[in-house]
């Protein structure tokens, strides 16, 4: 691709935030790459032709088929804006601290997704190895 990517800093880390040393610094990592990708996925756009007003019309319509150049534009849209939240969210949490959060201000998925990290790690050899490994939070 012959676009030029944004350089992104890693976002900085509350130094107060309690948690095992070099977890914060893996997440800040992750969180830069995840927006270098977002900007992969949206520069891989520019490559695909786009529709016209009157054949997405039609598309929703259910009156012409969408072709795979049109299917990946769509693809890749969603996932740049999945991507690009997700990372938003998490540098604001490295930045701020991630503060305790009032249930009512959360999503339904919010707590779908950590019954799901509970159920995928407390019956596995994982989490347990990852709190051997990791020193007590501070």
């Known amino acids: 691709m012959s ?6 800093p890693k976002p900085r880390i509350d130094p107060d935030a309690g948690f095992p040393e070099g977890l914060l610094e ?5 969180v830069a790459a995840l927006e270098k990708a977002a900007d992969v996925l ?10 016209s007003p009157e054949e997405i019309a039609a598309f929703r319509r259910r009156e012409k088929s969408v072709p795979r150049e049109v299917y990946l534009l769509g693809q890749l849209q969603i996932a ?46 994982a989490l347990k ?10």
Request: proline fraction near 9%.
């Open 3 to 8: 676009q030029e990517l944004m350089e992104y």
């Open 26 to 30: 893996q997440i800040a990592d992750q």
């Open 42 to 51: 949206l520069a891989a756009q520019s490559f695909l032709p786009l529709p």
């Open 80 to 125: 740049s804006v999945k991507v690009e939240n997700v990372a938003s969210d998490l540098r604001t949490d490295l930045e701020y601290g991630f503060t305790p959060v009032e249930p009512a201000d959360l999503v339904p998925s919010f707590f779908n997704a950590v019954e799901s990290a509970v159920e995928r790690l407390s019956g596995s050899d």
């Open 129 to 138: 190895a990852a709190r051997r490994s990791s020193p007590a939070p501070r």
